[in-house]
């Protein structure tokens, strides 16, 4: 099979290539994926011990997809103040997280300046904590909100301290489905042009795409490649984070979610045609921490952090409302047959355990 011969050469697969991918042997798949993470990265498996904060939840926006914003599926509004946020980030500091990641709805009550302070008081709080915060969406919607550009939030985010942006609000770049699950939000076109942007400035970025909800192989396939295009051109991607949609408290109205083998299909697709991004995480908050044991396998070499505490998916069904301890991390890890590695936020190696 040409596929295959291709897979063997480690040639760049196009577009046809990649679908004719889902329909190998699975455990085809499989061997060349890992084949190609352990080219990267050996046996390593990262993570961070990070700390998630979602400020608000209060969002001009109205996805479908969505279980987190206030809404009739989650009539609970709130809005941290400054002083929460930054006891949340004192406490976290005790346990030694290394990151706080912040991302949250498009609330127009709180405002560009609340969020900028924010960030200036976290860096002059804690100097040697890794800001990672706001999504391509949040900046879309902040610099839509008070007539800037991209690049006017960007340099204020600058200014404000934050490190390094995560890669929410991609979903998947197809617009017809985006229209669908989306509209209204950040286009696929201004995702990318504001991460193009923010590589610009020399920081890194990650990068999402949520699947498992009415998208299709070939949507997902595309969304990949535009991210490898971006990714030739800028070289500013730290991660590609394949999200699993979560089908619970939402309008799109999923009734079976997708299989764990085609999860697997996917980051392991995920890993063989983005050859220039280098790390695959499998964010366990969305995929189950036990599927994402067995997507390192898969290609996957990143199992994201500790998280403390998430309110984004876990609104949705996920089991990632408290996050995991740095230990029993560790110890899946191993067990596994990986060897655990903790990370800064910008994949520098800290320990090994």
Known sequence: MKILEKLENNERLDYEDALKLYDL?????SFYANKRREEKHGKKTYFNINRHINPTNICKDVCQFCAYS???????????????????????????????HIVSAHNPDTGLQWYLDVFKKIKNNFPN??????????IHFLATEYNLSYEDIINKMLEHGVDSMPGGGAEIFDEKVRKRICGGKVTSQQWLEIHKLWHKSGKKSNATMLFGHIESREHRVDHILRLRELQDETGGFNAFIPLVFQTKNNYLKVKEP?????????????????????NIKAYW?????????IAQE???NDL??????????????????????????????????????????IYNELKVW
Do not use: C
Not at 258 to 277: H, P, S
Not at 285 to 293: E, F
């Open 70 to 100: 206030a809404s009739r599926k989650n009539p609970s509004p709130y809005t941290m103040s400054h002083e929460e946020i930054l006891n949340v980030v004192d406490n976290s500091s005790k346990n030694g997280i290394k990151e706080v």
């Open 298 to 300: 898969f290609g996957a």
């Open 304 to 345: 994201d952090g500790t998280i403390e505490k998430e309110s984004i998916q876990s609104a949705a069904g996920a089991q990632s409302a408290h996050g995991v301890q740095v230990q029993q991390f560790v110890d899946l890890i191993k067990n596994s047959g990986f060897t655990p590695v903790e990370r800064d936020s």
């Open 258 to 278: 997708i299989t764990g083998q085609e999860i697997l299909k996917t980051y392991a697709i995920a890993r063989i045609l983005l050859d220039n991004i280098p």
């Open 285 to 293: 908050a969305t995929s189950t921490v036990k599927l994402a044991l």
């Open 25 to 29: 042997d699975f455990f085809d798949l």
């Open 129 to 138: 904590i890794h800001i990672k915060a706001l999504t391509a969406a949040e």
